[in-house]
């Protein structure tokens, strides 16, 4: 059976709306805390308030390069998460598909200084948790910057089809930490009663960490493999689990609001 003869599986497509819409609820919030945590501290000049907030490395007096890696990191970490959801908005690419240009050039700019900056901060300044935190730290920044340019070289060569699947894997791996975030927070909603500690040394964060970028990648991989399928089976359960995704991001997003995010300001 050819794949346009195949029949449609309107559940996929209401669960793929589903965990967009979870993942946008902490997508918002995660860059408008940012702004909202960094701008005003940066602006009264009380730098050394920008350590109210927990970093590996924060501000350091002295270092001017560290400092303004963080910062250009923190910054255009939170313009490339909302660029990259501005994409996936169908009324944007078919309404004024040059805007749609733009912003994927932009997302694309942005999306590797933000990761330069963050392998900047890793293995020049020393911002390292530990060694395992750091390998799922590199291995989703070299994985950015590879898909980046396939997006990129894809477009150029006008294989669309080619380059959405680029610039969606980019756009999930450069959403990675956030990710982190949302599935320590689900992780400590769903272990913490079991009396499992969630921490930054425990196997749970080692286990969040890697998942954070390879688990939305690997879902993306599942989501192409079903929509190629003739199999009613593996559609809909791809679907289920899709989700089941949506409603563990939408948990998790909302826990980061409430206990991680909100308190800071």
């Not at 050039?105 to 530990?130: D, E, K, P």
């Amino acid at each position: 059976m050819s794949q346009s003869a195949r029949p449609a599986i309107p559940a996929l497509a209401l669960a793929a709306r589903a965990w967009f819409a979870s993942f946008a609820v902490g997508q918002l919030a995660f860059a408008v805390f940012i702004l909202a945590f960094f701008t005003p501290r940066l602006w009264s000049g009380d730098y050394l308030a920008l350590n109210d907030k927990p970093h590996i490395t924060g501000y350091v007096p002295g270092d001017t390069m560290g400092n303004a890696q963080l910062l250009h990191h923190v910054y255009f970490g939170a313009v490339v998460t909302l660029l990259g959801g501005l994409q996936f908005l169908t009324s944007i690419r078919r309404r004024w598909p040059a805007v749609h240009r733009w912003i994927g050039r932009s997302f694309m700019v942005t999306a590797l200084i933000a990761t330069l900056s963050g392998f900047y901060l890793t293995w020049v300044r020393g911002s390292q948790l530990n060694a395992a935190s750091t390998w799922s730290i590199s291995m989703n920044g070299a994985l950015i910057l590879g898909f980046v340019v396939l997006a990129w070289w894809t477009a150029c060569q006008r294989d669309f089809a080619a380059h959405r699947r680029h610039a969606t894997r980019a756009f999930l791996l450069v959403n990675g930490v956030l990710f982190l975030r949302i599935g320590l927070m689900f992780a400590g909603l769903v272990l913490t009663p079991l009396g499992i500690q969630v921490d930054y040394s425990g196997w749970v964060f080692i286990g969040v960490s890697f998942l954070s970028w390879l688990g939305p990648l690997l879902m993306y991989e599942l989501v192409l493999a079903a929509e190629r399928s003739a199999n009613r089976v593996v559609r809909h359960g791809v679907s289920a689990t899709l989700a089941l995704l949506a409603f563990a991001t939408l948990a998790g997003a909302v826990a980061a609001i409430l206990f991680m995010w909100w308190p800071r300001l």
